[in-house]
């Protein structure tokens, strides 16, 4: 008796196991039943949905006819169950970014509030699927199967956000598109196009052409680290016309991705100098588009001159993004100009300000006002805490967590993106086996360690840490393959630290779905780091 007992729970044990297996999501939802039994997809099953949700269940329709070779069409039903179907369902008492997901034997039911939710449903259900179904062509004898199972999911928090620099390097419209697909595919909701830098202006802005017309090229590129001397001597350049932004945002928006742009003030401003130096603390001087990393010296000079031409540009911005952040940098701005500009030290005095940082606040909180007129929310980086906060600000967090947690304290929103745990341009590996990166060290499981909401701060004061952002820099990352080999599959990390509650997260169970969610990788030909399978 006691034999057949163990043997019994040996084959439990091991169906168990076997059930689990089939479940490898990414991030990991809320809540997951496991169920014995499939759903299969096949010739009969139909894609019947709720008019709402109709452009959503196409896009899970197109996809399912991609790999299995079929041309079906999605049918409207807002009730009634069709026999083999998967069906989209509104369910007004979820929340706005939550669905369920209940795969039974006979068809798959998603239930969401908003399309968001619904759509999160599909890429649950795409990832319950065999990882083929990834794939850019049919795949001949697929068996199109889905484990049975119960899921109710939502997200921890509300912005869940990766950020990529176009400023050091640039990258064409098609590899956005792709990085847009791949935040969607982890259930992102953000992406931080950052689109000034000293090295480069990449967005067409009508009213100053000579932005992108002078701005957007330099005439060569430090070679190797910083310090080294040496320049490839190779002009580079690229920028996004307005009607590539345009398509770009529309885009996102079908895969329910905000963009939030970044327009860098008032320092990382070398290349918008260089296109109108009059903006600048000398005027007469011979301002270069940036050709090495790091941080420059020429920075705004705060004239009314300045602020005007920062209102139209961020006037144009608006008009291209329709979301309600826009970033303004305010990052690593040196001091040392302003304090020898006599202009500076009168406004300084003129305005009572005691120090160049306040200067720096002084500068922010103008634009603060501007964007807050135009219906707006600012973001910047925890550098706009100097000097004294602008009232409306949301802070980003880079320099670790202090500026966040001062922020929060303070009743501010607040994005976590600290260097130690959030900064995918650091080496993920052993830098000698590694390809160049800016320095460093940040593990797959350090990444997924991170715990956004600090200990410092009352369950209250948690309340304003919005969420969390991966930063995508790329001094270091010439082409879109580097980019991804560096964003993935840290960014898998990122992804489910924003999503999944902290009970459900566990990084050895992570790393065994992370096995197989990088063949959905490798059929959507990313060209993720290898490194995390022979880390001890
Ligand atoms: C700091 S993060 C910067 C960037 C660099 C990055 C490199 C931040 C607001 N500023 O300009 O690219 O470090 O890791």
Redesign the pocket.
């Known amino acids: 008796m006691k034999k057949l007992f163990i043997c019994l729970s040996l084959l439990i044990g091991s169906l168990a196991t076997f059930a689990q297996n089939q479940y490898n999501i990414i991030p990991i939802p809320q809540k997951l039943i496991p169920q014995s039994g499939e759903f299969v997809i096949g010739k009969s099953t139909s894609v019947v949905s709720a008019t709402e949700f109709k452009d959503v269940a196409n896009f899970l329709n197109e996809q399912l006819n991609v790999v299995s070779g079929s041309s079906k069409k999605v049918s409207i039903k807002e009730k009634g169950l069709a026999s083999s179907s998967i069906q989209f369902v509104k369910n007004e008492s979820l929340g706005d970014e939550a669905y369920t997901l209940k795969a039974s034997s006979k068809q798959v039911v998603i239930s969401a509030k908003t399309a968001k939710g619904a759509f999160y449903g599909v890429q649950t259900l795409l990832q319950l699927l065999p990882t083929q179904v990834f794939s850019e062509s049919k795949v001949e004898g697929l068996k199109l199967s889905v484990p049975n199972c119960t899921i109710e999911d939502a997200p921890r928090y509300v912005y869940r956000g990766l950020h990529l620099?176009v400023g050091?390097h640039f990258f064409p419209v098609s590899f956005v598109k792709k990085f847009i697909d791949l935040i969607a595919l982890h259930k992102f909701n953000t992406f931080h196009w950052h689109l000034t830098e000293d090295q480069g202006w990449r967005i067409e802005i009508k009213k100053y052409p000579k932005l992108t017309e002078i701005g957007s090229i330099r005439k060569e590129t430090l070679v190797g680290h910083y310090g080294t001397g040496k320049y490839d001597g190779k002009p580079y350049g690229g920028f996004y016309t307005q009607d590539e932004v345009k398509d770009v945002v529309a885009y996102a928006k079908k895969k329910f991705v905000t963009i939030v742009p970044e327009i860098e003030m008032p320092g990382?401003a070398q290349a918008a100098l260089a296109a109108y130096p009059e903006l600048g603390c000398n005027p007469d001087k011979i301002y270069e588009v940036y050709t090495t990393w790091g941080v420059s010296e020429d920075v705004f000079a705060p004239r009314e001159e300045t602020f005007t031409f920062l209102e139209n540009v961020l006037t144009e911005v608006m008009e291209l993004f329709p979301g309600q952040y826009i970033h303004i940098g305010g990052?690593?701005c040196p001091k040392t100009q302003w304090k020898s500009s006599r202009f500076c030290q009168n406004l300084m005095k003129r305005e009572g300000l005691k120090d160049e940082h306040e200067l720096q606040s002084y500068f922010i909180r103008r634009i603060d006002k501007f964007i807050t007129s135009k219906g707006r929310k600012m973001i910047g980086?925890d550098e706009i805490l100097e000097g004294g906060l602008s009232p409306n600000a949301t802070v980003m967090s880079?320099r670790g967590e202090e500026g966040g947690i001062a922020a929060a304290k303070e009743g501010h929103d607040v994005i976590m993106t600290p260097?130690s745990h959030l900064?995918l341009?650091h080496y993920q590996a052993d830098p000698k086996t590694e390809p160049l990166a800016?320095g460093g060290f940040l593990t797959l499981e350090k990444v997924y360690s991170y715990e956004p909401a600090p200990k410092e701060l009352t369950t209250d004061q948690k309340k304003f840490i919005l969420g969390l952002q991966g930063?995508v820099?790329t001094?270091y990352m010439e082409t879109t393959d580097k980019v991804e080999y560096m964003t993935f599959p840290r960014a898998c990390a990122v992804a489910e630290v924003a999503w999944s509650p902290v009970s459900t997260r566990n990084y050895t169970d992570f790393t065994k779905r992370l096995k197989v969610h990088i063949e959905r990788l490798g059929n959507l030909k990313v060209n993720y780091a290898k490194s995390f399978l022979s880390a001890k």
């Open positions: 620099d050091r990382h990052d690593e980086w880079w260097g900064y341009d800016i930063n820099w001094e």
